[in-house]
C-alpha cells in the first residue's frame, strides 16, 4: 500500500463519518458560491485562464443537454408510422433500384404548380463584359478588335459548323466546351452524370443564351432517359430542366440540380 | 351438316396408340390435298375421354361448325350452345382445321427437316388421317363474357398513405385497400363510397386477404400482427393475432368446402414460418417451420395441403392434419417470389358462383356442397398444378401430387418475375416480369403463348377477368393496362395514377376494376 494512502484505508476499515454524505452533499451545494467569489476576486492572467476553463466547461455541459434533449425526441417518433410505404414485394428490394427511381409523387406535382418559378440559385452577380470576353486582336496589324473570345463554359451543339475563322466574331475554346452534366435530383439526394441537350436560359444576358454559355445560374436542358420518368399518362420523360449550382469554368465540371 | 357420317366401330383404344404417329406421317402437301379428315372429339380436362363417334368432315370445317356439331344431339346433347375452344396438336383453331393442321405442324418442323420432307414427298405415297382419326381437344369456355373496363368512375380518396393492396370481396359487394398509413378501408361498390377504415395496426398493412364466404377480412402488417375484421360492421372479430416475429407476407384462408364457418386462416411470415390461426379463438393454433428464409407466400389447397414458397429457393407442400411438411420441391436458383395454382380463383370465390348470390346462415351446408361440386368440376381429373416464379428470371410449372421434378421450366423473361397468376379456368397462366412485359403460359405444358409488351415501368401485379378471356396488368410506370388475350394485343390503357400502381384486382363479378398505389388514391373501372 502506498504511504499516503492511510485516509482511504481507514474508510475501507471503518466506513465514513455518521454525516459524511449530508456533508459532502451541502458542499456540492455551495460550490456555485464559490466559483462566483473566484470568478469576481481573480484578475490578470489567472483570470483569464479561469474563465476559459469555465467556458469550455460550460459548452461541454450545454452539448451533453442537446444530446439528452435529442434522444427524448427520437423516442416520441418511435410511435409514428414510417412514410414510404412498399408493398411486401418490394420490401427485400429496397436500395437496390430506389436511387434511380424517379416518380412524381402528389407532393413533387404541388409544388410543381406553386412555385413553377421558385429555382436553387434565384439570384446570380452579373458579370461585366470584360469578364465574359478575351478580346482578340486581328488584322495583319492586329489593330482590328471586334472578335471576342467567351471565357466561360459552353455547350455547343452536336449539329454545329464554325464560320470561316476569318470572319467568326465569338470564339468557344475547346476547351472549355461540354457535353455532360452531373445533374442532382433534389429528393432523392443523388446525382447522375447526364448529356446537356442545350441551354434554355443565361440569365447574365440573352446574347449568352443563343451562344451557349454556362454560367452559375444558368438554366440547361439535360437528357433524362436513363432515369426513367414517366408521366402520369405512362409516357417516358427525356428532356427536363436543371439549374447550374456552381462555377464550371473555375471547377472544369457542371453541376446542376433538376427543377422539378 | 349432312357430310357428317357417324362411324359405329369404336375405334378408342386404336386412336389413342396412334395419337402420336400421326404427326411424323402426314406432311403438308398432303394435308392440303386432303378434303376431308377423319375426327375425333377428345375431352381436355385431363382424362382424355373420347365423345361420340368418329367422323368424317370436311378439311374446311370452321370453328363455328365445330361447336354446333359438338353441341349436338350425337355428342354433348346440349339444350343450349355452349362455346367451347378446339385445339389440334395443342395449336388452338381460330378458322379451319385444315389451317391450323397445317401450322401446327409447321410449327412442329425444324427448316432443316422441312426441306428433306419436300424432297422425299415427291417420290413417296403417304398415309394420312384416315387411317388415324385426326384428335380435336376441346375445352369448355366461360358461359359468361367479361365486358372490358374502358373508363375510371371512382377515384376515392382517404389514404394517407401508398396503397399497398386491394382485393375485392368474394361476392364483388365491396373492396378492402390495405395501407401504409396503418389501416384497412372497406369501400362499398354499389355507392362507390366508403364503409369502415379498420384502424388497429400499428405500422404499414401489407396483405388484405376477405375470406372464402365474404364474411371476414384478414390483414397482415409490417408489425408482425394479424388482425380479422367483420366486413359487415367494421370490427375486431377477437383480439390481435400475435406471434410472429417479422412481418406478415401473406394471407391464405381455409377453403370454403373444407369447413363453411371459415375459422382457420394461415399466415406466412419474413421470420421463416407459416401459422395457423384459429380465428374464432384469436389463437394460433400451430406452427409450420422449415424454410431457411423468408417464405414469400402461402396458399391453402382444396385437399388439405398447404403450399409455399420462399426465399430459400424452395417450394414446400404441408399436411394440415399431420401438421408436418410433406415434400419439398428444388428447382429454382434464386429467391422464389410468388406462387399461383391452378385452382386457386375457384377456392379464392368460395362460397360463390359467377352470381354472386347472397350467403344466408342457414344455407352454410348447401352452399358447402355446391361449392365442393365447383371444385371438382374445375380440377377435372387433373392434379393441383403450381406455378412458381423467381428471381432467376423463370418460371417452373409443378404437380406435386405426381412429382416432385418440375413438368416445364418457363424462359424468356429478362428480369425478376415478380408476380404469376393461373387463369380462372386452369388453362393459361400470366407472369410479370420486372423487364416491362407480362407473358402467358400454357398451363398444360408450360408451351410460351404470348408476350404483351407496352408498359414502360416494371409490372408488379396482373389479374385475370372471370372468363379469362381479359387480364388487367399494373405497373410502376403509373397505368394500369387491360389486354385482350385472343389475339395478344393491347385493348385499353388505364391512365389516371399519378404514381406507382402497388396493387390491381378485377373483381370476382367482372364489373370492376380496383387498382391503388403510391399516391393513395384507390380508383374504381368500369365498363
Known amino acids: 500500500m502506498p504511504q499516503n494512502e492511510h485516509i482511504e484505508q481507514h474508510q475501507r476499515r471503518h466506513g465514513h463519518k455518521p454525516d459524511h454524505w449530508e456533508v459532502q452533499r451541502k458542499k456540492e451545494a455551495r460550490v456555485h458560491k464559490n466559483r462566483s467569489k473566484m470568478a469576481q476576486k481573480l484578475f490578470g492572467l489567472k483570470a483569464k485562464l479561469y474563465n476559459k476553463k469555465r467556458y469550455t466547461e460550460k459548452v461541454q455541459m450545454k452539448k451533453t443537454m442537446k444530446m439528452h434533449e435529442q434522444k427524448n425526441t427520437e423516442e416520441k417518433n418511435d410511435d409514428a408510422i414510417p412514410g414510404g410505404a412498399v408493398p411486401v414485394y418490394l420490401l427485400d428490394r429496397e436500395g437496390m433500384s430506389?436511387?434511380?427511381?424517379?416518380?412524381?409523387?402528389?407532393?413533387?406535382?404541388?409544388?410543381e404548380k406553386a412555385g413553377k418559378w421558385a429555382v436553387p440559385v434565384p439570384k446570380v452577380k452579373a458579370l461585366t463584359e470584360d469578364q465574359m470576353f478575351t478580346i482578340v486582336r486581328s488584322g495583319k496589324r492586329k489593330k482590328k478588335v471586334w472578335k471576342r473570345m467567351i471565357n466561360k463554359v459552353s455547350f455547343v451543339g452536336e449539329n454545329f459548323t464554325r464560320k470561316p475563322p476569318k470572319y467568326e466574331r465569338f470564339i468557344r475554346p475547346m476547351a472549355l466546351r461540354f457535353k455532360k452534366a452531373h445533374v442532382t435530383h433534389p429528393e432523392l439526394k443523388a446525382t447522375f452524370q447526364l448529356p446537356i441537350i442545350g441551354v434554355k436560359k443565361n440569365p447574365q444576358s440573352h446574347m449568352y443564351t443563343t451562344l451557349g454559355v454556362i454560367t452559375k445560374g444558368s438554366v440547361i436542358e439535360v437528357n433524362v432517359s436513363d432515369l426513367g420518368l414517366v408521366t402520369p399518362t405512362g409516357k417516358v420523360v427525356w428532356g427536363k430542366y436543371a439549374q447550374v449550382t456552381n462555377n464550371p469554368e473555375l471547377d472544369g465540371c457542371i453541376n446542376a440540380v433538376l427543377l422539378v | 351438316m349432312s357430310k357428317r357420317k357417324i362411324d359405329d366401330v369404336d375405334t378408342t383404344n386404336e386412336s389413342s396408340s396412334k395419337e402420336n404417329t400421326l404427326g411424323s406421317e402426314v406432311t403438308p402437301s398432303v394435308i392440303e390435298q386432303e378434303t376431308k379428315y377423319f375426327v375425333e372429339l377428345v375431352k381436355g380436362d385431363g382424362s382424355s375421354d373420347k365423345v361420340g363417334g368418329t367422323l368424317e368432315v370436311d378439311a374446311h370445317f370452321e370453328l363455328k361448325q365445330l361447336n354446333e356439331l359438338l353441341n349436338s344431339e350425337h355428342f354433348l346433347n346440349n339444350d343450349q350452345q355452349l362455346p367451347y375452344s378446339f385445339f389440334v396438336n395443342d395449336v388452338e383453331i381460330k378458322d379451319n382445321i385444315r389451317d391450323t393442321l397445317m401450322k401446327s405442324i409447321q410449327d412442329q418442323l425444324t427448316p432443316q427437316a422441312a426441306k428433306k420432307l419436300k424432297q422425299k414427298e415427291k417420290g413417296l405415297n403417304f398415309v394420312s388421317t384416315q387411317d388415324a382419326p385426326l384428335r380435336i381437344t376441346f375445352f369448355p369456355q366461360a358461359l359468361f363474357r367479361v365486358r372490358p373496363v374502358t373508363r375510371c368512375t371512382a377515384s376515392l380518396p382517404g389514404h394517407s398513405e401508398a396503397i399497398l393492396s386491394v382485393s375485392f370481396s368474394p361476392d364483388g359487394t365491396s373492396v378492402a385497400s390495405g395501407s401504409?398509413?396503418?389501416?384497412?378501408?372497406?369501400?362499398?361498390?354499389?355507392?362507390?363510397?366508403?364503409?369502415?377504415?379498420?384502424?388497429?395496426?400499428?405500422h404499414w398493412v401489407l396483405c388484405v386477404q376477405w375470406s372464402p364466404d365474404g364474411k371476414k377480412v384478414a390483414s397482415g402488417g409490417k408489425d408482425n400482427i394479424v388482425k380479422v375484421w367483420w366486413a359487415s360492421n367494421g370490427k375486431k372479430t377477437g383480439k390481435a393475432l400475435?406471434?410472429?416475429?417479422?412481418?406478415?407476407?401473406?394471407?391464405?384462408?381455409?377453403?370454403?368446402?373444407?369447413?363453411?364457418?371459415?375459422?382457420?386462416?394461415?399466415?406466412?411470415?419474413?421470420?421463416?414460418?407459416?401459422?395457423?390461426?384459429?380465428?374464432?379463438?384469436?389463437?394460433?393454433?400451430?406452427?409450420?417451420?422449415?424454410?431457411?428464409?423468408?417464405?414469400?407466400?402461402?396458399?391453402?389447397?382444396?385437399?388439405?395441403?398447404?403450399?409455399?414458397?420462399?426465399?430459400?429457393?424452395?417450394?414446400?407442400?404441408?399436411?394440415?392434419?399431420?401438421?408436418?411438411?410433406?415434400?419439398?420441391l428444388h428447382g429454382h436458383a434464386h429467391w422464389v417470389n410468388h406462387m399461383t395454382m391452378s385452382t386457386e380463383y375457384i377456392l379464392r370465390k368460395g362460397a360463390f358462383d359467377h352470381e354472386c348470390v347472397p350467403l344466408e346462415d342457414d344455407k352454410l351446408e348447401e352452399r358447402r356442397v355446391e361449392a365442393k361440386a365447383r371444385y371438382d368440376d374445375v380440377l377435372g381429373k387433373n392434379p393441383v398444378r403450381l406455378v412458381t416464379c423467381s428471381d432467376d428470371h423463370t418460371l417452373i410449372l409443378w404437380e406435386p401430387a405426381v412429382s416432385d421434378k418440375p413438368i416445364a421450366r418457363m424462359t424468356g423473361h429478362q428480369g425478376i418475375v415478380n408476380h404469376v397468376l393461373f387463369s380462372p379456368d386452369g388453362r393459361m397462366v400470366a407472369s410479370a416480369s420486372f423487364d416491362k412485359s407480362i407473358k402467358v403460359w400454357d398451363a398444360r405444358n408450360g408451351k410460351f403463348m404470348m408476350t404483351l409488351r407496352g408498359h414502360v415501368g416494371p409490372v408488379y401485379q396482373v389479374s385475370w377477368s372471370g372468363d379469362s378471356r381479359l387480364l388487367v396488368s399494373g405497373s410502376k410506370d403509373s397505368t394500369a393496362k387491360v389486354w385482350d388475350l385472343s389475339n395478344g394485343r393491347l385493348m385499353c390503357d388505364l391512365p389516371g395514377h399519378y404514381d406507382e400502381v402497388f396493387s390491381v384486382d378485377w373483381s370476382p363479378d367482372g364489373q370492376r376494376v380496383g387498382s391503388g398505389g403510391k399516391d393513395r388514391v384507390l380508383k374504381i373501372w368500369r365498363q
Open chain 2, 242 to 328: 400475435k406471434g410472429h416475429k417479422k412481418w406478415v407476407t401473406g394471407l391464405a384462408w381455409e377453403p370454403f368446402h373444407a369447413d363453411s364457418s371459415c375459422r382457420r386462416l394461415a399466415s406466412c411470415s419474413k421470420d421463416e414460418t407459416i401459422r395457423i390461426w384459429d380465428v374464432s379463438l384469436s389463437k394460433c393454433e400451430f406452427t409450420l417451420s422449415g424454410h431457411s428464409k423468408g417464405v414469400t407466400s402461402v396458399k391453402w389447397g382444396g385437399d388439405g395441403t398447404i403450399y409455399s414458397c420462399a426465399q430459400d429457393l424452395t417450394v414446400r407442400l404441408w399436411n394440415v392434419d399431420s401438421k408436418s411438411c410433406t415434400k419439398i
Open chain 2, 180 to 202: 401504409g398509413d396503418a389501416t384497412v378501408r372497406l369501400w362499398d361498390l354499389n355507392t362507390e363510397m366508403p364503409q369502415h377504415t379498420l384502424q388497429g395496426h400499428t
Open chain 1, 98 to 111: 430506389r436511387a434511380k427511381i424517379l416518380s412524381n409523387t402528389i407532393k413533387q406535382k404541388r409544388k
